[in-house]
C-alpha cells in the first residue's frame, strides 16, 4: 500500500488510470481542501500522487482552483517533484493544436487569486527568475521527443485569469511581445511550488490557435474539449514516462528556494 508519493501529477481527469495499486488519501490543509481527494499510486518503480486539477467533475473553473491547497496537499505526502500537463492556446501560427511545450519563462496575467503562503510572520522573498525546473523541463523534453511529439524546448506561458479567451487585440500584444503561449492554470500554480521548495515543469498541450493568430471565429470551450479528448491516451503515457525518467535524487536549485530564509512556520 502506497501512503506516500515523490513525485505529484496535477492534471485533468484523464489522468486517474495512471496509477497502479491506487488509492484514495483525504487531506486537509491550512489552505482548506485541495480540489479532490488525491490518488496515491505506482507507476513503474515511482510513487505518485495524483491531484486532478479541477476536481473530479471539473467544479472547479481556473480561477477557482484551490491552488495553495493542492501544492500543500502534494508536499505533505513526501511529493518534491510536480509535473504539471495542461492545454494552452498557441501565439505562434506555426505551432499549431498537438505540439508541446515544455515552457521557460511565465507572464503572469492573473488577477485577484492568491499566490503565496507567505502572508504574514514577515516577507518571504522567493526567486522566481527561472520559474520552471530545469531538470524536470530536460526530462519533459526528452521524452515528449522520444515518444514523437513536435515538441518545443522552452518558451513563454501567458497565464490569463479567465475564464474568457483572449480578444485579438490582447492575444496580439502576447504574440507581439514574443510570447509562446497562453493557459489559465499555470500560475500561481508554479510559484506555490517555489514557495515551497517543490520542483515544477509544466508540459504544456496546444489545443487551439489563439484569438489574435487564427482566422476564423476564435476558439470554442467545445472544440478545446474535444481536442483533448482525443489527445487524452497520448498525453497519460507521456506523462507516465516522464515520471518513470525524473531523477530520484534532485540535483537542481529547487530544492534549495528557501535557503537562508526565516520562514513564519514550518513546511510539511
Ligand atoms: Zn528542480
Known amino acids: 500500500m502506497v501512503t506516500s508519493a515523490e513525485i505529484g501529477v496535477i492534471g485533468g481527469s484523464g489522468f486517474y488510470s495512471l ?68 492545454a494552452v492556446g498557441s501565439l505562434r501560427a506555426e505551432l499549431g493544436p498537438g505540439a508541446i511545450v515544455v515552457p521557460d519563462q511565465l507572464v503572469d496575467r492573473t488577477s485577484g487569486r492568491p499566490q503565496t503562503y507567505y502572508d504574514e510572520g514577515g516577507a518571504v522573498h522567493v526567486s522566481f527568475a527561472d520559474p520552471y525546473c530545469p531538470s524536470g523541463r530536460a526530462v519533459a523534453v526528452e521524452s515528449a521527443r522520444a515518444a514523437g511529439w513536435n515538441t518545443v524546448d522552452g518558451g513563454t506561458l501567458v497565464v490569463i485569469e479567465g475564464p474568457r479567451f483572449s480578444t485579438r487585440a490582447e492575444s496580439r500584444w502576447f ?46 470551450h467545445d472544440e478545446v474539449l474535444e481536442f483533448f479528448a482525443r489527445n487524452v491516451t497520448r498525453m497519460r503515457t507521456l506523462v507516465a514516462e516522464a515520471v518513470e525518467a525524473l531523477p530520484s535524487e534532485r540535483g537542481c536549485p529547487c530544492g534549495a528556494a528557501l535557503d537562508g530564509i526565516k520562514l513564519p512556520f514550518e513546511l510539511p
Not at 510570447?179 to 521548495?197: K, Q
Open 19 to 86: 496509477l497502479d495499486d491506487a488509492q484514495e488519501i483525504e487531506l486537509s490543509t491550512p489552505y482548506g481542501p485541495p480540489s479532490d481527494v488525491v490518488t496515491v499510486g505506482r507507476i513503474g518503480s515511482r510513487s505518485v500522487a495524483f491531484i486532478p486539477r479541477h476536481g473530479r467533475d471539473h467544479r472547479f473553473p481556473p480561477h477557482h482552483i484551490p491552488y495553495r491547497a493542492n501544492l500543500w496537499a502534494l508536499r505533505s505526502l513526501g511529493v518534491r517533484q510536480v509535473l504539471a500537463p495542461s
Open 175 to 220: 504574440a507581439g511581445n514574443g510570447w509562446t503561449i497562453v493557459g489559465m492554470t499555470g500560475f500561481p500554480e508554479a510559484v506555490l511550488a517555489r514557495e515551497l521548495a517543490l520542483c515544477y515543469t509544466s508540459l504544456s498541450l496546444v489545443t487551439d490557435l489563439d484569438a489574435g493568430v487564427e482566422t476564423g471565429e476564435g476558439v470554442t
